[in-house]
C-alpha cells in the first residue's frame, strides 16, 4: 500500500509503501475486542472500596434484648440494613481485574488497527519530524498547514491525532504536548488502546523504521 509523504510544511514530497505484513492485515474484530479490553482491564487500578460489616466502626452491643420488645431482633447497628451500616456486596479493592495478553495477540491486533487506518486514509507519514525550537506554537502551525491537505481536514479536531514518534525526541514531545488533540507516544510502545482513541496516526520514517524492525524480530 503508498501512501503520501509529507514535509514539516504540510506539503505532498513523494510517495512510500508501507511494510504489507503490518499495514496490510485483513479485520479480525475478535482479537482486537479481547486485547483492547484486556488493556482496558489491566488499566483498572481498582481502587472502589466499600466497608462490610465488619468494617464499620461501632455496632459491638446488641441494640435491644432479644424477647420481648416487639420489636424485630437484631444482633447490630451496623447490619446492612442499618443506616449507617455495611454495604452488601459493594466493591472491594483486593479484586484483580489483571488479564493477561499473549506478546503475539497484543501485537497482531496493534498491526490489525493499523491496517484499517491505512486503508481510511488515516495513517499520515512524515520525512522528518522537527521544530526550530520546542514550543508549542511551532507545532500548532505545522498541524494548520497540514491540514489544508484535503483528507486531514479533521486532524487538528478532538483526538485528532496520536503521534508515534520514532525514539525519544524531547524537543518534539515538548513542542506537541500542549495541543489538546495530540497524544504523543514511542513507535515501540503502541498499543490498540492507544491507536483506537485517535482519528490519525502520524509516522515519522524513523518510527515506521522502528516498527519494521520489531515485525521483523
Not at 104 to 125: H, N, P, Q, Y
Not at 154 to 175: E, F, M, Q, W, Y
Amino acid at each position: 500500500m503508498n501512501v503520501k509523504v509529507y514535509n514539516m510544511e504540510g506539503s505532498e514530497t513523494e510517495e512510500m509503501e508501507l511494510p504489507k505484513a503490518i499495514f496490510g492485515l485483513r479485520w479480525n474484530s475478535d482479537l482486537v475486542h479481547q486485547v483492547a479490553t484486556s488493556q482496558a482491564a489491566n488499566r483498572r487500578r481498582g481502587t472502589a472500596h466499600a466497608k462490610n460489616r465488619g468494617d464499620v466502626r461501632g455496632g459491638g452491643k446488641k441494640p435491644w434484648r432479644q424477647k420481648g420488645t416487639g420489636r424485630a431482633r437484631h444482633g447490630s447497628i451496623r447490619s446492612p440494613i442499618w443506616i449507617g451500616g455495611g454495604v452488601t456486596h459493594g466493591p472491594r479493592n483486593e479484586k484483580n481485574y489483571q488479564k493477561k495478553i499473549n506478546k503475539k495477540m497484543a501485537r497482531k491486533a496493534l498491526w490489525t488497527v493499523l491496517s484499517a487506518k491505512a486503508r481510511d486514509g488515516e495513517i499520515v507519514i512524515l520525512d522528518n519530524l522537527s521544530f526550530a525550537e520546542p514550543k508549542t506554537k511551532y507545532a500548532a502551525t505545522f498541524f494548520t498547514k497540514l491540514k489544508k491537505n484535503e483528507p486531514l481536514g479533521r486532524i487538528t479536531h478532538k483526538n485528532g491525532v496520536l503521534v508515534a514518534l520514532g525514539g525519544k525526541n524531547t524537543d518534539a514531545r515538548r513542542s506537541l504536548r500542549n495541543l489538546p488533540y495530540v497524544g504523543i507516544e514511542e513507535a515501540r510502545n503502541l498499543t490498540v488502546s492507544d491507536v483506537l482513541g485517535y482519528k490519525y496516526v502520524l509516522f515519522p520514517k524513523a518510527a515506521v523504521e522502528q516498527i519494521k524492525r520489531s515485525g521483523d524480530s
